[in-house]
């Protein structure tokens, strides 16, 4: 057993308002940079910051899995997590400003299983998902540039 945690960061091409902004509103924003690893996507209550509530599937790895989540803000503006209702799978977005940029961090921590699945589990689902990860803050950077966030070229 044992926590299991993966992360991924990148350079965003916009200011850390505007980046934030679109992490945290579900309603508007967010759904268009999840990539296709993820579907069925709902907001359930709320849409914008602490107290949202949504719901999807994950694939990977030729598994799907189901998530109802729920949003806090530790740091309004700066940190918002995401943690699921039914295990104890929490994924943090923390964006700090870079100049006219920012860094944004995905970072997802959870209660990895036993035996032999947890085996399996700690060799490949940090590397499936470091590659989500990946791909969805390359999204962000597009959907930012989209929306004439400013910035110099991608790092």
Same mark, same amino acid.
């Not at 268009?32 to 993820?38: C, D, E, G, R, S």
């Given at each position: 057993?044992?926590?299991?945690?993966?992360?991924?960061?990148?350079?965003?091409?916009?200011?850390?308002?505007?980046?934030?902004?679109?992490?945290?509103?579900?309603?508007?924003?967010?759904?268009?940079?999840?990539?296709?690893?993820?579907?069925?996507f709902e907001v359930e209550q709320g849409g914008v910051g602490a107290g949202?509530? /949504?719901?999807?599937? *994950? +694939?990977?790895? !030729?598994?799907?899995?189901?998530?109802?989540?729920?949003? %806090?803000?530790?740091?309004? @503006?700066?940190?918002?997590?995401?943690?699921?209702?039914?295990?104890?799978?929490? /994924?943090?977005?923390? *964006? +700090?400003?870079? !100049?006219?940029?920012?860094?944004?961090?995905?970072?997802? %921590?959870?209660?990895?299983? @036993?035996?032999?699945?947890?085996?399996?589990?700690?060799?490949?689902?940090?590397?499936?998902?470091?590659?989500?990860?990946?791909?969805?803050?390359?999204?962000?950077?597009?959907?930012?540039?989209?929306?004439?966030?400013? @910035?110099?070229?991608p790092s």
């Amino acid at each position: 057993m044992g926590t299991i945690r993966v992360e991924a960061q990148a350079v965003i091409d916009a200011p850390a308002p505007a980046v934030y902004g679109y992490v945290a509103d579900h309603r508007e924003h967010h759904p268009h940079f999840l990539p296709p690893a993820f579907s069925d996507f709902e907001v359930e209550q709320g849409g914008v910051g602490a107290g949202t509530i /949504t719901r999807f599937k *994950v +694939t990977a790895g !030729g598994r799907s899995r189901a998530y109802r989540m729920q949003v %806090a803000e530790p740091e309004p @503006g700066r940190v918002l997590t995401e943690s699921d209702t039914g295990s104890s799978l929490v /994924t943090t977005w923390t *964006v +700090t400003p870079v !100049g006219e940029r920012s860094q944004v961090q995905i970072a997802t %921590a959870w209660d990895g299983a @036993g035996g032999i699945g947890g085996v399996f589990e700690r060799l490949f689902a940090p590397r499936v998902m470091r590659g989500i990860y990946l791909d969805e803050l390359q999204r962000l950077n597009a959907y930012a540039r989209e929306r004439g966030g400013g @910035g110099g070229e991608p790092s």
